[in-house]
């Protein structure tokens, strides 16, 4: 395995160290404290891409929490900013910024990353990043940071489709909640606390960060099949401690993938055209369901919000009236040549014109 020194910009340059560069492309999920020290990070070690993904904008407050978000920098994308220091400082690695939640990114974007930085904030946030990449077969080194400002944080390992992933690590209860709240068909709407009990402050952020890009580096190098966490605690004494996670039975994501293939839209084509016309009962499976029509309880307005039905349900607003008391009326999941929704394309219902969609046989 190669060697790596993380602490310096030059690599010791053996034809190894240049092979894992040529080839590292790492997706960095979350830009706050932690994220934007992964990113700073990964740009010293020159990879040949690296993707980051925000959906907020830059405030006063995050001036406090990164030397990378500075005054002249506020209300610009997190994405966008870092990946224009990123090209300055680093013109042969290629940038992508995405300003968008990580389950709304196109999978043509993501399949080819070599490893997910999980540097969010909260347990739903982590568990679509462990749907997604083990569908994808993607490794992800997540981390997270103590509440009420200790200093102690944590940096796991999940190996992409050979181990435990974030919901193995679950209670079995919280892992049906959130799996419900992201993926159940229609429900009603209720806001759930989605915090993952970690807050972030900058000097154990930077501590962490760089504990998530030199372990993450390291494991993905050696190819580790295994799920491992390290824990970290600097007071009341300094602690360190390691372990495994084994896969859960209670984990539904570990079940065999269904007899699938996924099919890269492009530009302009529709569902139809995606469904190939071969076969009666093919038809394509969102990865999320989509909510297509929602009421308002406050005026009864109802409209189609065209959005993940996660995204409803968390910060859904009636369009008329701004209330967030919403019945969700219908939603989409399963589209084959007969659904109303055959002739539209990706982008009319809320979906990324770059996806990898699953396309099933079975007429399940
Ligand atoms: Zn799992
Ligand atoms: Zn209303």
Redesign the pocket.
Known sequence: MPRLDTAGSRLSGTALEAAWRARAEFVVVGAGALGAEVFRQLCVLRPARILVIDPDRIEETDLAKSWLFAPGSVGRGKACHLAALGREYAPETQFLALTCEFADVGWQDLARASLVFSCVDNDLARLEI?LACRKLAISVCDAGLAAQGASAGRVSWFAGYSG?????KLRPQRLRELLLFAQADVRSCSLAETGGGFSLTPTMASLIASLQVDFGVRQWLAQASESETIEIALTPEATLRTFTTP??AA?P??EPLPDELRIPAKPGMTFRDLIPQTSAQAAILLDWPYSTRARCLACSCEWQPFVRCAVLRSRGRCPACGASAIIEVDSVKVIDRDSPWAECTPEQIGLPSNHLFALRFSGQ
């Open positions: 462990a435990a992933c974030f919901g193995c896969i859960s984990c994501l570990h």
